[in-house]
C-alpha cells in the first residue's frame, strides 16, 4: 500500500509534489488551532502565498521573456480595488468580482505592452513605471470607488453564492490557487509557447525564423504576468480585507522582482523559496533582532543588497545551494570512500 | 514577374545599401525545384544580407524575391513579416549557431514545428487532450529526423556544451521540421573538421533526395561547394560575378579575380 | 499673452530640472549600456546629505549644493566601483534589475539615516523680476541659467575634449573603444559620478518648492526616463530637447487642463507618441545584425 502511494508519487511529479506542498500548506490553521504556532503567521504565510502567485507570473516575463514589469504593484492594487468594489459597493457575487477584477487590468496591461513591446524590451519598465503612477494617482483621487487616502474595505469570501469563508477557508482558496497557478505555469513552460518564449529570450534571430511572432509572444506573457498581479490583489482583498493607496507603491514591485531574482529566475519552487526569503525573513527574523529590528528600511536594504549579490555571484538564485549543496555531499562522500580504499 | 516554371526561387534586381553604402546591388538569380545553389564571394561580398533579404530579417530597397510556397502559388516574399517566412515553405540557418541553451536537442528540434502547433493557451495551461497530442505526434517527428542524423541517444541532453559539429547538425535538423520547399544554409561547413564536413555533404545531399527540397548555401570552402552544388553564383561588392555549373565558375576569370586578386603583368 | 509667458518660463525651469536628470540616465546608458533607474534615488540621498550639511553647518544653499554634489560624485564612483563594474559580464535586463536593487539599498539607507520626515531646503536666490505682465523669481533665473550652462559645459565637453572623445568611443563600441587605448573603466566610472551630480543638482532645484523627502524624485525619475525614450536613447540632444518639451506639456497641461491630472495626461500622451514613433522624436531606426 505504502509503495503504491510511492510509485504514485514518483510517476506523478512534479503535480505530486504541488499536491503534497498544497495539503502541507493546508495544515498551518489546523496548528494554529492547535496553538501550536502563532495565529499572526498564518497572516504572514498567506501573505507570501499571495506574493508567490504575483511572482510566478512575473517569473514567466523576466525569465523567459526577459522583460521587466514595474507595474505589478498597480496592477495587484487595482484588483483589490474592483474586487472590493463589486462584491462590497455593488452587492455581486465573488467569482463574478475575480473574473472582472483579472480581465480589467489585463487590459490595461496589454493596451501598455501594445504601445511599449514593439521595440527595445526595456521600454516595458519604463512604461509601466508610469502606468502605475497613474494608477496610484486613480486610487486616491478616484474617491467615489476607491475612498483616496483611507481605504476601502472587503469581506471573506462568499462562494457559490452560499458558501461563506472565513480567515481559515480563505487561506485555503489562496492555497488551492498558489497550487492551481504552479500547475498552470508549469504546463505552459513545457508546452509550445513556453518554447518559443525561451527562444525569443535565446535568440531573436532564431525565434523570428522559426516563426515566432516575438511582439505576440511578449504580449502574451506581459498578459499573464498582469492577469496574475491582479489575482493576487483580489485575494489579497479577500483575505487581508483592506487595502489603501501606499500599498501599492514601487517599492512593493521591486520585491517580488527580487522575490524571482533571489529565488531563481525559471524555477517554480525557486520562486516560492523567495518569496518565502524576501517576504517571510523580514517578517519573521529581521524584526526580532535586537538594533537592526528596529531600524525602518532594513528590509529594503536586506532585499536590495541580496538582488546585487545573488546576480553578481549567484545568478541562477538560491534554489540551485540545493543542487551545489548535493554535489559537495557527493565530492565530501567520493573523497571518504577514495580514503578507504 | 517572368516565368516561374520548375522554379522556387526567383531573386531579381535586388538591392540594399546601409548608410549609403551598397550591400547588394541589382542582384539576380533563381534556383531551379530540386536544386542544390551555391552562393560564393569573398569576406564581405554582401552573400549573408542576400540571405537576410531574402528571409525579410532586412527589407530590400528596391527587387523583388518571387517564392513557390507549399502550397505551389508563387509569392511576393518583400514586405512580408519575418515570422511568415517559414509557413511559406522556406527556413534558414544561422552562420553563428542560433540554439537555445536552456533546452534540450529534442526541444530545439520541436521549436522548428512551431508554427504547426495550434493548441490554445487554456488548454496548454491545463495540458488538455490536443496539447498532449501535438506535444507527442511533434515530439516523435524530431526524434525521427535526429534518429537519421545519428543523434538519437543525445535528444535530451541540454544543447550547452555539444561540440560545434553537433549544434550544426541541430540546427540543421531544426530547419527540417516543416518539410520545407526551400532550405537556407549559412555557411553549414564553417568550423568543421574534414570528417564532419564530409558527414555533412552525405546530409546535405541526402536531404535533397529524399525530401525532394531545394537548398541554397553560401560557403567559403570550394571544395565543398564544388562538390555538392549544382549551379553556383558568384557575387562581389554585393554584384554578381557569374551564375554557371561548378566547373563554370572554376574557370571564370573575374571570379579568380574576385578570390585571388589580380595578377599584374 | 502673460499667463502664456508665465508658463513658458515655469516650463524652462521645470524642463532644466528633467534634463539634467534624462541626461545622467543617457550617459549612463551610452556608457554601460543600462537604464539606470536607480538615478533618481541617488538623487535624493545625495539631496538629503546636502540638506544635512546645510542644517547643521548653516552655510549658504550654493555651497550646500555644492558639498551635494561632490557627495554625489563619491557615490556614483562607489557604485561603479562595488557593483557596476563587476557586472561586466551581466545581461542587461539583470544589470537593469541591478539598478532596481540599488533603489532599494538607498531606499532603506535614507531613512535610517536622515529620518523620515521630509526636510526643507532654501531657495539658492531671492527676490523676483516681473515682465510682460508675467513674474519670475530669482532663483528660478538662476536654475534655468545654472542648468543650461551645465548642459552647454557637458555638450561641450562631449564634443570638444578627449573625456567627451572617450566617453562617445565607448558608447559607441566598448570593445573597439578598448582595444583603441580609452580607459574604458574610467570613463563609465566617470559617467557614473557626473550622473549623480546631475541628477542631485536638478533635486535640489526640485527642493525649494517640494521639500526634501524620500519621494521628492519620483516624478522626475519617470519623466526623465520618459524623455530619454521620447528623445531616443540614441542621441544625448534628443533627450534634453525632449525634457524640455515635456516640461512645457507639464505646465501647459496643469494650467489649462487639471494640475491634479497634468502628470498622468502627459504620461499617456508620451506614450501615445511612442505608439505611432516608436524610436522617439529623434532616434534613428537600428537595424540588428543577424
Redesign the interface.
Known amino acids: 500500500m505504502n509503495s503504491k502511494l510511492m510509485n504514485f508519487y514518483k510517476s506523478h511529479k512534479p503535480y505530486s509534489q504541488f499536491l503534497l506542498f498544497g495539503i502541507i500548506l493546508s495544515l498551518l490553521p489546523l496548528l494554529v488551532n492547535l496553538g501550536l504556532v502563532k495565529y499572526s503567521l498564518l497572516t504572514t504565510v498567506a501573505s507570501i502565498l499571495i506574493y508567490s502567485i504575483v511572482a510566478l507570473g512575473l517569473n514567466l516575463l523576466l525569465g523567459y521573456s526577459g522583460l521587466i514589469s514595474l507595474g505589478t504593484a498597480g496592477f495587484m492594487g487595482m484588483g483589490t480595488y474592483l474586487t472590493a468594489f463589486i462584491t462590497a459597493d455593488l452587492g455581486l457575487p465573488f467569482e463574478l468580482a475575480l473574473i472582472i477584477s483579472v480581465a480589467v487590468p489585463m487590459l490595461i496591461g496589454v493596451l501598455t505592452g501594445l504601445v511599449s513591446l514593439r521595440i527595445e524590451g526595456y521600454y516595458l519598465a519604463i512604461a509601466t513605471l508610469a502606468i502605475s503612477e497613474i494608477l496610484r494617482k486613480v486610487f486616491v483621487e478616484f474617491d467615489f470607488v476607491t475612498n483616496g487616502f483611507s481605504g476601502k474595505q472587503a469581506q471573506y469570501p462568499k462562494l457559490l453564492g452560499f458558501l461563506q469563508l472565513d480567515r481559515n477557508g480563505t487561506y485555503i482558496l489562496i492555497v488551492f490557487f498558489l497550487i492551481l497557478v504552479m500547475v498552470m505555469m508549469h504546463n505552459l513552460v513545457n508546452s509550445h509557447t513556453g518554447r518559443a518564449l525561451s527562444t525569443m529570450r535565446g535568440s531573436e534571430a532564431a525565434a523570428s525564423a522559426m516563426g515566432i511572432n516575438i511582439y505576440r509572444h511578449r504580449l502574451l506573457s506581459f498578459a499573464i504576468a498582469v492577469s496574475f498581479s491582479a489575482l493576487g490583489g483580489v485575494l489579497y482583498m479577500h483575505f487581508v480585507k483592506y487595502t489603501y493607496p501606499n500599498a501599492w507603491i514601487l517599492m512593493l514591485s521591486l520585491n517580488i522582482l527580487a522575490v524571482i531574482v533571489i529565488g531563481g529566475v525559471r524555477s517554480i519552487s525557486g520562486t516560492i523559496l523567495g518569496a518565502f526569503i524576501v517576504f517571510g525573513v523580514p517578517d519573521l527574523i529581521l524584526k526580532r533582532l535586537p538594533i537592526i529590528g528596529s531600524i525602518d528600511g532594513a528590509a529594503y536594504i536586506f532585499n536590495g543588497l541580496l538582488i546585487i549579490l545573488v546576480i553578481l555571484f549567484y545568478p541562477n538564485g538560491l534554489i540551485n545551494m540545493r543542487f551545489d549543496i548535493q554535489r559537495n555531499f557527493r565530492k565530501l562522500f567520493k573523497r571518504g570512500e577514495d580514503l578507504n580504499g | 514577374m517572368d516565368k516561374m516554371d520548375n522554379k522556387v526561387l526567383k531573386v531579381e534586381n535586388l538591392s540594399i545599401a546601409?548608410g549609403g553604402l551598397k550591400a547588394v546591388d541589382n542582384l539576380s538569380f533563381d534556383i531551379d525545384e530540386g536544386e542544390i545553389f551555391g552562393l560564393i564571394g569573398p569576406n564581405g561580398a554582401g552573400k549573408t544580407t542576400v540571405f537576410?533579404c531574402i528571409?525579410q530579417?532586412?527589407k530590400p530597397d528596391e527587387g523583388d524575391i518571387y517564392f513557390r510556397t507549399n502550397t505551389g502559388e508563387v509569392e511576393n516574399l518583400v514586405g512580408k513579416?519575418?515570422?511568415?517566412?517559414?509557413?511559406k515553405g522556406l527556413?534558414?540557418t544561422?552562420q553563428n549557431i542560433?540554439?537555445?541553451?536552456?533546452?534540450t536537442v529534442v526541444?530545439n528540434i520541436?521549436?522548428?514545428a512551431?508554427?504547426e502547433?495550434k493548441?490554445s493557451?487554456f488548454n496548454?495551461?491545463?495540458?488538455l487532450k490536443k496539447?498532449r497530442q501535438?506535444?507527442s505526434r511533434i515530439r516523435k517527428r524530431a526524434e525521427e529526423i535526429l534518429d537519421h542524423m545519428g543523434l538519437l541517444s543525445i535528444k535530451d541532453m541540454l544543447v550547452a556544451g555539444q561540440p560545434y559539429g553537433v549544434l550544426k547538425k541541430i540546427e540543421l535538423a531544426?530547419a527540417l521540421m516543416l518539410d520545407p520547399k526551400l532550405i537556407i544554409l549559412d555557411e553549414p561547413a564553417a568550423g568543421l573538421n574534414d570528417s564532419e564536413t564530409l558527414s555533412l555533404v552525405n546530409i546535405i545531399k541526402e536531404i535533397k533526395m529524399e525530401r525532394n527540397c531545394s537548398i541554397l548555401l553560401i560557403e567559403h570552402d570550394m571544395k565543398f561547394v564544388n562538390g555538392l552544388c549544382d549551379r553556383i553564383c558568384a557575387i562581389n561588392f554585393g554584384k554578381l560575378l557569374a551564375i554557371g555549373t561548378p566547373e563554370e565558375i572554376q574557370g571564370n576569370e573575374q571570379v579568380q579575380i574576385a578570390y585571388l586578386g589580380k595578377e599584374d603583368d | 499673452m502673460d499667463i502664456f509667458v508665465q508658463i513658458l518660463l515655469n516650463s524652462l525651469e521645470t524642463g532644466g530640472i528633467y534634463a539634467l536628470a534624462a541626461l545622467g540616465i543617457i550617459l549612463i546608458f551610452r556608457t554601460s549600456v543600462t537604464t539606470n533607474f536607480a538615478q533618481g534615488s541617488i538623487s535624493m540621498f545625495s539631496a538629503f546629505l546636502a540638506t544635512i550639511v546645510l542644517i547643521r553647518t548653516g552655510i549658504s544653499p550654493i555651497s550646500a549644493a555644492i558639498v551635494g554634489m561632490l557627495f554625489a560624485l563619491l557615490i556614483g564612483v562607489l557604485v561603479d566601483y562595488f557593483v557596476i563594474s563587476r557586472a561586466q559580464r551581466v545581461n542587461p535586463v539583470s544589470k537593469q534589475i541591478i539598478t532596481l536593487g540599488l533603489i532599494m539599498i538607498f531606499l532603506g539607507l535614507a531613512p535610517m539615516l536622515f529620518g523620515t520626515d521630509p526636510l526643507q531646503f532654501p531657495r539658492f536666490v531671492y527676490g523676483s523680476y516681473s515682465f510682460f505682465g508675467a513674474t519670475i523669481s530669482y532663483n528660478a533665473i538662476f536654475n534655468i541659467v545654472v542648468g543650461l550652462a551645465l548642459m552647454g559645459i557637458l555638450f561641450f565637453a562631449l564634443q570638444k575634449t578627449k573625456w567627451g572623445l572617450s566617453v562617445r568611443a565607448t558608447a559607441s563600441n566598448d570593445v573597439v573603444a578598448r582595444m583603441m587605448g580609452i580607459p574604458t573603466a574610467q570613463v563609465t566610472r566617470a559617467s557614473w559620478a557626473i550622473a549623480a551630480a546631475l541628477g542631485t543638482l536638478s533635486a535640489l532645484m526640485l527642493a525649494p518648492t517640494n521639500s526634501v523627502n524620500l519621494s521628492m524624485m519620483d516624478t522626475v525619475q519617470v519623466t526623465a526616463l520618459l524623455a530619454c525614450i521620447l528623445g531616443g536613447f540614441t542621441s544625448f540632444y534628443g533627450a534634453v530637447i525632449a525634457a524640455y518639451l515635456i516640461g512645457f506639456a507639464s505646465n501647459l497641461l496643469s494650467f489649462y487642463v487639471s494640475s491634479i491630472w497634468s502628470d498622468s495626461i502627459l504620461y499617456l500622451l508620451i506614450l501615445t507618441v511612442i505608439l505611432f514613433k516608436p524610436t522617439g522624436i529623434f532616434g534613428k531606426k537600428v537595424i540588428k545584425k543577424v
Open positions: 546601409f537576410n528571409t530579417f532586412y513579416k519575418t515570422h511568415e517566412i517559414i509557413g527556413v534558414r544561422f542560433e540554439l537555445i541553451r536552456e533546452l526541444e520541436m521549436v522548428g512551431h508554427v502547433f493548441a493557451l496548454q495551461f491545463f495540458r496539447t501535438e506535444e531544426r
